[in-house]
């Protein structure tokens, strides 16, 4: 039979395997958020993979479609002769209209003939993937040989990198069944791969950084998932397959020298280039791959390699692109995962650079989305260094301080986050200088002038992304640091305390209104919780089984914020504002025998008896909150007292005696007016030295204000 007669002129699409795919741009490969490219994008052809028991997980198969162009385009040779033979030509031809397919019955049956013979899919198993590892294998050792018989002459071995270049891209395949990853590690076809990266020719070594880009995408997973089916009783069998062959995977991949190949392959990428920009972008796109693949990575990644100054300097060019952008995110999610990355940052002069990175926006706004998105991964980098208290110190003498209440006046987009870096910056007994450079920058205006809801109206029709519960929560946080942090019977905590006087106490009544906020989210929070006691009639086991995780979340509605509040509040019923006034009632309270009198209740806190009356509560209702709170503190206090004896025994021979805590009160009286000072300690804490210790002082804070109460 003459097919060609029968098809006449066919347009069937070409073949996609012979040709190299196009390299999408690093903007379009963004904004498509590194979308995963399967094998059938790739080649044309799909795998079917054969799930434990050998069998299809395909439910059926593709048909091919052909397109038949029309004939006679100039409308000549019309009449019935052009549908002639076909089926049903009375469902075919309908006021001058073509809805059929345009075959007859002849050439639908060669087509169903064809596709019973020519399957388009393949059974890809352990067979097929020890196959196409063999062809790979076998495309590099020619690619070399050629190259090594003819070093001077691209024409001849320019066949031989066109293979190679397919048989890469072929390899993608492996996507689609992670649980043969082991098998790229037996084979040693890693070696091969990595191999490349240093190949001579650059185009070979990018489509190599695409092919470990792919293998290490975490949404390899959710094809997985998908091939399982929702109601396939083996889904998480072969997801944890799935997820143990990645991990090994990519542990090897490490162990090889990944890591400073990667980096070394950076230094010949020119971003002038659209393929090496790609490159660099699929490359920073393996490194987040890791981390995702194994959280431990992101510490192995900085120790391993010259990842941190590579970003840092990336970071440094002044125009803006979807790399730079990325180099944000990294940097961001490499310091939120390890404590000892932000060490290593400090120690590199990190928090200088991002200091400087973000000063670029305290009097203009970025340009788009992507621009934003840049400053936020900024911002949330420099707030997660902030976790290490020696990077609070370098914040502090490279005037982070003075930046962020620049930022906070100007009332840009980076206002938003500015607020939250200070709360960072000024936590636990490690921000103590921060909080008073803070107070002699003047900084106090400026956060009562936000604490009052000043241009908060304008900041939310101009941000979308502003949340002023977020920020309430953050300007609490800062003012618990202050009260907290500021030496006793200073100036700079007198000056906190005035602010809360001043205009006939509305900074205090204010602080009550947002107090009344979160307790009736708290408390609908508790209504709704006893309705499903009701509904699902839980016994009292029950309900205990549900409590940890109803108090973690009474604690993301509200009760946490609601507890600094009361902690504020304590302390300033603790305040008197003149000093000297305060120690002669003191020596007027004396009696005949020495004996201390009554004391005088200070009028902030009088004050507030009168305005929590007012709302139908007492300073009852306080003490009841901060017991709870001290009651959820877990503490370990053996482990505490270890480390305050380390801290102390450097003071004198090492035992707790009264010499030594003497010593030690004595270091840390407050500071003349103006005068910034940090303590430096000899001694060494551990990770969780340093957390128990804090634990324990916090513990001692809330038991110090529960008395002042």
């Known amino acids: 039979m003459d097919i060609d007669s029968i098809f006449k002129t066919p347009t069937a ?62 409308g000549g040779g019309g009449g019935s002769s052009l549908y002639e033979g076909i089926a049903n030509p009375e469902e075919e031809e309908e006021d001058d209209r073509f809805f059929g397919d345009g075959l007859t019955s002849d050439q639908k049956d060669i087509l169903d003939y064809v596709d019973d013979i020519d399957p388009e899919e393949e059974t890809f198993d352990l067979s097929a993937v020890r196959k196409m590892i063999l062809k790979f294998e076998k495309a590099i050792n020619k690619n070399q040989e050629m190259r090594v018989k003819y070093p001077d002459d691209p024409q001849k071995f320019m066949e031989s990198e066109t293979d190679l270049d397919e048989e890469i891209k072929r390899l993608m395949a492996m996507t689609q069944a992670p649980q043969y990853y082991p098998v790229l590690v037996e084979l040693g076809t890693i070696t091969s791969i990595l191999s490349l990266l240093s190949h001579e020719n650059p185009e070979i070594t990018i489509d190599a950084v695409e092919l470990l880009k792919e293998l290490t995408d ?5 094809n997985v998932d998908q091939d399982q089916g929702d109601d396939d009783p083996d889904e998480n069998t072969g997801r944890k397959e799935g997820e143990a062959g990645m991990k090994v ?59 941190l100054p590579w970003l840092l300097q990336r970071l440094k060019v002044k125009v803006f692109d979807s790399n730079k952008q990325y180099c944000s995110e990294l940097l961001a999610i490499l310091l939120q995962s390890s404590p000892e990355n932000r060490k290593t940052l400090g120690t590199q002069g990190g928090i200088d650079d991002l200091l400087q990175f973000l000063a670029v926006y305290k009097r203009k706004d970025p340009k788009d989305p992507d621009e934003i998105e840049l400053l936020e991964n900024l911002f949330d980098a420099l707030c997660s260094a902030l976790g ?12 982070g301080i003075e930046l962020m209440v620049i930022m906070i006046k100007e009332k840009k987009m980076a206002r938003i986050r500015a607020v939250k870096v200070l709360d960072y910056a000024m936590s636990t007994k490690a921000g103590t200088a921060n909080c008073l450079r803070f107070v002699e920058i003047m900084g106090l205006k400026t956060l009562f002038s936000i604490f009052s809801r ?57 602080l009550l209104d947002i107090r009344e906020g979160y307790e009736s989210r708290v408390a609908a929070l508790d209504e709704k919780f006893a309705q499903e006691n009701k509904e699902l009639e839980l016994d009292e086991d029950e309900i205990a089984e549900e409590e940890p995780a109803r108090s973690l979340q009474r604690l993301e509605t509200g009760l946490y914020v609601m507890q600094l509040i009361d902690l504020i ?76 004896s380390k801290l102390l025994s450097q003071t004198g021979s090492g035992s707790l005696n009264d010499d030594n805590i003497a010593a030690a009160a004595a270091a840390s009286k407050a500071p003349e007016e103006g005068e910034i000072t940090t303590s430096k300690s000899d001694v060494e804490l551990t990770e969780e030295e340093d957390a128990a210790l804090e634990a324990l002082e916090a513990k001692e804070f809330v038991q110090y204000v529960l008395e002042l109460l």
């Open 13 to 74: 699409p070409a073949s996609k395997s012979g040709a190299k795919r196009k390299l999408v741009s690093p903007d379009e490969m963004y904004r498509q958020n590194a979308r995963h490219v399967s094998y059938e994008e790739l080649t044309g052809r799909s795998f079917d993979v054969l799930n434990a028991e050998g069998s299809s997980s395909s439910a059926s198969k593709k048909k091919r479609t052909v397109s038949v162009q029309d004939e006679d385009e100039d």
């Open 569 to 644: 509040l304590a302390h300033l019923c603790a305040e008197n504002l003149d000093l000297e006034e305060e120690e002669q009632e003191e020596k007027k309270g004396m009696d005949v025998e020495g004996e201390a009198g009554p004391t005088k209740e200070s009028e902030i806190k009088i004050k507030l008896k009168t305005l929590l009356n007012r709302r139908g509560q007492s300073l009852d209702d306080i003490k009841s909150n901060l017991k709870a709170y001290l009651d959820g503190l877990d503490v370990d206090t053996a482990l505490a007292e270890g480390a305050r």
């Open 388 to 399: 290490d208290k020696e990077n609070k110190q370098l914040f502090l003498q490279g005037e």
């Open 218 to 222: 975490e949404e390899v997973l959710s």
């Open 454 to 510: 000043k241009g908060v109206d304008k900041l939310k029709k101009a941000y979308k992304s502003f949340s002023e519960v977020e920020e309430e929560e953050h300007i609490i946080g800062i003012i618990a640091s202050l009260v907290r942090n500021l030496p006793l019977e200073s100036g700079h905590r007198l000056r906190v305390v005035r602010k809360f006087v001043e205009d006939d106490y509305a900074k205090l009544e204010r």
């Open 249 to 307: 995977f990519a542990q090897a991949l490490v162990d090889q020298g990944l890591l400073e190949l990667l980096i070394q392959n950076l230094g010949r990428l020119d971003e002038e280039e659209t393929s090496d920009r790609q490159g660099v972008f699929n490359t920073l796109a393996i490194f987040e791959n890791l981390t995702s693949i194994d959280v431990a990575m992101a510490e192995t990644i900085v120790n391993r390699c010259k990842l």
